[in-house]
């Protein structure tokens, strides 16, 4: 038994205008920019995150030749928080490499938004779609969801799948590709959901060949073991009461990103390593646990107090004392927020 593309593509674009979904990001016409941006952000994090900060990243900066000319720091320091901060750098870069080479326009063609730092196949045919109404097969997680479901698909969909790009554009036909990827979206957002899908106000549920087992597709593919590691932070304050700094390496987790200093992260125990200040540090009962996408990081705190050299260059080349009452206004990522919220917390 098949699905027609026809009845499905019917039903879902009548409910998605009956549905009218608004999002900060969504204008009549789009700004090509904010669908940028939109989709960059929603890589990888979840939408209500994303639905929270889109504002402020975009009156920060509001434009392309903004954002390019906008320092590397800055834009990170109003990253912070969404994660997966290579986005952010590659975000920059971006806007500089429009600016410099497309006159500061987004390009409507998927070559050339493809061709763009940290536009990949889906967010370039997404951006062509949404931004440019171009035809195109933008398929994400919402996507193959709701294809899985739908045809009952028993094994794991692959980005290139050809049966689902096949019916995506089948579906696509006659209509706006725009409001037809648009259409997809919401609906597994609102109705086709990962967990809990709302299967009883589906438009769909007679066409759903899969509704019985809605819940247990799509099936996931194996998932590589995670990685436990561990670390120390150094927290150090001066007769002043701040806190020493520093900037991450450009390259790896948390790249370019303020931190409170840490050792290597190893698979077995944290060891003191070099480029820490030889001070005699003390344990602390302060321990936290954080997640990232395949690894989970365990770190002990370690403090030292009364260090009154202003200059720490001989440690890093860009560090500094900070005054962390304020420190919302640093742009540090949630695993330092961490380590800073549980040593305030503790005095």
């Not at 954002?67 to 971006?94: D, F, I, M, P």
């Not at 919401?186 to 066409?207: M, N, T, W, Y």
Request: glycine content about 4%; proline content about 6%; overall charge positive.
């Amino acid at each position: 038994m098949t699905v027609s593309t026809h009845q499905f593509s019917t039903k879902l674009l009548t409910w998605y205008h009956r549905q009218d979904r608004s999002l900060p990001w969504r204008h009549d016409p789009p700004d090509p920019y904010q669908v940028w941006i939109s989709e960059i952000m929603l890589q990888q994090t979840t939408f209500s995150t994303v639905q929270n900060r889109f504002s402020a990243f975009i009156a920060v900066f509001p434009t392309i030749t903004a954002l390019a000319k906008a320092s590397q720091t800055e834009v990170l320091r109003h990253w912070a928080g969404l994660g997966y901060y290579a986005r952010a750098r590659n975000l920059h870069y971006c806007a500089q490499v429009i600016v410099d080479k497309h006159h500061g326009v987004l390009p409507q063609s998927i070559p050339e938004l493809r061709a763009l730092p940290g536009i990949g196949a889906y967010t370039a045919a997404a951006i062509a779609a949404i931004a440019y109404d171009v035809t195109s097969v933008a398929t994400d997680s919402n996507v193959k969801r709701i294809y899985a479901r739908l045809v009952r698909n028993l094994l794991p969909i692959q980005d290139n799948n050809p049966d689902l790009h096949t019916f995506f554009l089948a579906s696509q036909h006659g209509h706006s590709p725009r409001e037809h990827l648009q259409a997809w979206l919401d609906f597994g957002e609102i109705l086709c959901r990962s967990r809990h899908p709302k299967c009883a106000d589906c438009p769909v549920q007679k066409l759903c060949l899969g509704r019985d087992i809605a819940v247990q597709l799509p099936i996931k593919p194996t998932k590589k073991p995670r990685r436990q590691l561990y670390a120390y932070a150094y927290w150090l304050e001066n007769a002043d009461g701040a806190v020493w700094l520093r900037r991450r390496p450009p390259r790896g987790l948390l790249a370019g990103m303020l931190e409170v200093p840490t050792s290597h992260w190893q698979e077995n125990a944290p060891s003191h390593t070099e480029g820490i200040p030889q001070l005699r540090w003390q344990a602390t009962n302060q321990q936290i646990q954080h997640r990232f996408t395949h690894i989970d990081l365990t770190v002990h705190i370690l403090r030292a107090r009364g260090f009154n050299d202003t200059d720490l260059a001989q440690y890093s080349s860009e560090s500094a004392w900070y005054r962390l009452n304020s420190h919302a206004e640093l742009g540090l990522p949630t695993l330092m927020k961490k380590i800073v919220g549980a040593m305030l917390s503790a005095k």
